[in-house]
């Protein structure tokens, strides 16, 4: 019997000497286009003139708190808080990043809304947008409500006389109180201030131990104030009471002294320098507290509100001139043109599909 000849198996599949790029490669790529130095020059040159337009001409911020209400609405959330274009061109513009101006522009105005850096190096928000109420040497009163300039009271634009009123002192309001309530109750800890025997201090915690599942899951500062309103609905009144007595005891150190006090040092504004304040001066920490704001802290005056679209408003016409519109829509329509450009190049660069084979027979 022959012995049976060795099977011959068929010759596997050569494996690739090198993989290719990897799926997050591919998915990065399909955003920057090929990593080529070419391709790379066009981001740093676009990133480049962003960052010139942002720092030197226009850009948009978020209204930090509820200081400028109901002018401005304060809310971080995207469909709810304002934001506003603005003109940086307008003072002169800064190297970005620094407060080095290339030239000077115009002069803030009296009731100007302006973007400025805070003057305090540990304020909760570094970039502030306050109304320019006091100018440089001028000496700055607030009494009865009304803003006395060098002795002479000094009214508003017809348009923002029902609007605002100055006042001597914080006010808070209900909504205020039931906000840091629900913020102690999603804590729920015991206050070093308060003495744990007294009859208002264990209503307290009960109170908050008692709200403290309805809110322990929420985020207190991004609620509105219907949501506070509800969520605190059925708090106790003298636990509330309690709970202003905290706030107004925590704000003594936030005395409201420019433009209140007659001494020298707190009503004359010094030379260089503005008194910035907020439209909602009961709740506005400003420059009653802070004081003057250098003109180098300011960033640019605020041409309006671009979003939500339901609150749009031009507050100096600017969006409605041809250097406006050019500063809003201009870098849009060269980003557009870029893309389609680029869209072009590749296509062009393409090899032609559909053409015949060359014949290789024999």
């Known amino acids: ?91 002169g513009p800064r190297i970005p990043f620094t407060k080095i101006r290339l030239w000077e522009g115009e002069a803030p105005k009296r009731w100007d809304i302006v973007v400025f850096k805070s003057v305090d190096p540990k304020s909760k928000h570094p970039v502030l947008i306050k109304r320019v109420v006091g100018l440089p040497g001028e000496t700055v009163q607030i009494r ?40 102690m109750a999603k804590e729920n800890r015991p206050l070093e201030v308060l003495n744990p025997g007294h009859p208002s201090t ?17 985020d207190i500062d991004a609620l509105s104030d219907e949501e506070v309103q509800q969520l605190s609905d059925g708090a106790d009144r003298a636990a509330l009471g309690t709970v202003r007595q905290l706030i107004e005891l925590s704000m003594q150190d936030q005395q ?9 040092e707190y009503s004359v504004v010094p030379e260089g320098h503005y008194f910035c304040l907020g439209d909602n001066s009961g709740q506005s920490l400003d420059g009653r507290v802070y004081g003057w704001v250098p003109k180098e802290n300011l960033i640019g005056r605020a041409a309006g509100i671009w979003w939500p679209f339901s609150h749009h408003r031009d507050f100096t016409g600017f969006t409605r001139t041809w250097q406006g519109r050019l500063l809003l829509f201009g870098p849009v329509a060269v980003l557009i043109a870029l893309e389609i450009a680029a869209r072009l190049r590749r296509r062009a660069s393409r090899p032609a599909t559909g053409q015949a084979e060359p014949d290789t027979r024999p």
């Not at 100055?166 to 039931?178: D, E, G, R």
């Not at 264990?202 to 929420?218: C, G, P, S």
């Not at 409201?256 to 020298?264: D, F, N």
């Open 202 to 218: 264990r209503l307290l915690y009960d109170e908050m131990k008692r709200f403290h599942d309805r809110v322990k899951d929420r």
């Open 1 to 91: 019997m022959d012995a049976p000849h060795d099977i011959e198996t068929p010759p596997q599949c050569a494996e690739p000497s090198g993989s290719g790029p990897s799926s997050w490669v591919l998915a990065a790529q399909s955003f920057t286009g090929p990593w080529t130095w070419r391709n790379l020059f066009s981001w740093v040159g676009l990133i480049g003139a962003v960052l010139v337009v942002k720092g030197c001409f226009v850009d948009q911020y978020t209204i930090p708190s509820g200081s400028m209400e109901p002018t401005l609405i304060g809310d971080p959330r995207f469909f709810r808080g304002d934001r506003v274009i603005v003109n940086k061109w307008l003072f």
């Open 144 to 183: 009865d409500g009304a803003i006395y300039i060098n002795d002479k009271r000094e009214d508003p634009p017809e348009e923002l006389r029902r609007l605002l009123h100055y006042t001597t002192a914080f006010t808070l309001t209900p909504t205020q109180v039931q906000g840091y309530f629900l913020r």
């Open 256 to 264: 409201l002294v420019y433009g209140i006090r007659p001494e020298k």
